[in-house]
Nanobody, 125 residues
Framework: QVPLVESGGGLVQAGGSLRLSCAAS????????MAWFRQAPGKEREFVGI????????YYGDSVKGRFRISRDNAKNTVHLQMNSLKTADTAVYYCAARNGPVVPGAENLKYDYWGQGTQVTVSS
C-alpha cells in the first residue's frame, strides 16, 4: 500500500485557511519525524516544516512561520498541516515526507524514507 497519502488540498481565497492531512501506512510511525514540503510550478521544492517523533518539537521555514502549524496523532498515524493567512505565494503542491529518527539540524536537507504523492493547494487573489 501507499506509505503516505495527502489530502485536504483545494482552492482558497487569500487570507483564508486550509488544513492538510497525511495518512501514514508505516510501521512504527512514531519513530519517524514528519515533514511537509511544497513545490510550485517552475520552482524548486521548498521546505515547509517538520515535527518530531513525539510531536513535542516543530520547526518551520521562514516563509510560513507564524502562519502554518504542524501536528500529529501517533495513535491514528496522521500528521496535519494547518495553514492560516494564506497568500498567493503559498500556491503549490504540498507533500508530506517521513524520516526515521529525530529532528536534527538541517533536517530539511536530509534523505527522507517516504514521500506522498502530493495535494494541490491553490490560493486565489
Amino acid at each position: 500500500q501507499v506509505p503516505l497519502v495527502e489530502s485536504g488540498g483545494g482552492l482558497v481565497q487569500a487570507g483564508g485557511s486550509l488544513r492538510l492531512s497525511c495518512a501514514a501506512s508505516i510501521r512504527s510511525f512514531s519513530s519517524y519525524a514528519m515533514a511537509w514540503f511544497r513545490q510550485a510550478p517552475g520552482k524548486e521544492r521548498e521546505f515547509v516544516g517538520i515535527i518530531s517523533r513525539s510531536g513535542a518539537y516543530t520547526y518551520y521555514g521562514d516563509s510560513v512561520k507564524g502562519r502554518f502549524r504542524i501536528s500529529r496523532d501517533n495513535a491514528k498515524n496522521t500528521v496535519h498541516l494547518q495553514m492560516n493567512s494564506l497568500k498567493t505565494a503559498d500556491t503549490a503542491v504540498y507533500y508530506c515526507a517521513a524520516r526515521n529518527g529525530p529532528v536534527v539540524p538541517g533536517a530539511e536537507n536530509l534523505k527522507y524514507d517516504y514521500w506522498g504523492q502530493g495535494t494541490q493547494v491553490t490560493v486565489s487573489s
